[in-house]
């Protein structure tokens, strides 16, 4: 049998270390909530919407546009992103125009497609 090299093979607690991170560690509710954000953006449709809305806001009609995909579809996965609180909307006139939620929305897409690039 061979032994994985990385696993551990001790019995030794640091207990310095492992208080610390109890110190820190959030409630299951927090992680409840950051795991559904993760869910929510693991899907390739939604990931195309974000990727056009880190370029420029855009209505309904312009994302069917680029995505080529039904105002339909896109207005369903806008309210599923809407609701969860990753993209936000204005009205302007009879046009509504969705742009990314805020600053921490927009650097989690950008953090995670840069990783994505960097490991190509």
Known sequence: MSRNEFSCDCNVIHQEIVNKVLKKMPKEDIFNKL??????????????ILFALDQNEMCVCDLANVLNMTKSSISHQLAVLRRSGVVRC????????YTLDDDHIVRLFEIGLEHINHKI
């Open 35 to 48: 795991a559904d954000l993760f869910k929510l953006i693991g899907d390739t449709t939604r990931c195309r």
């Open 90 to 97: 204005r009205k302007s006139g009879k046009e509504v125009y």
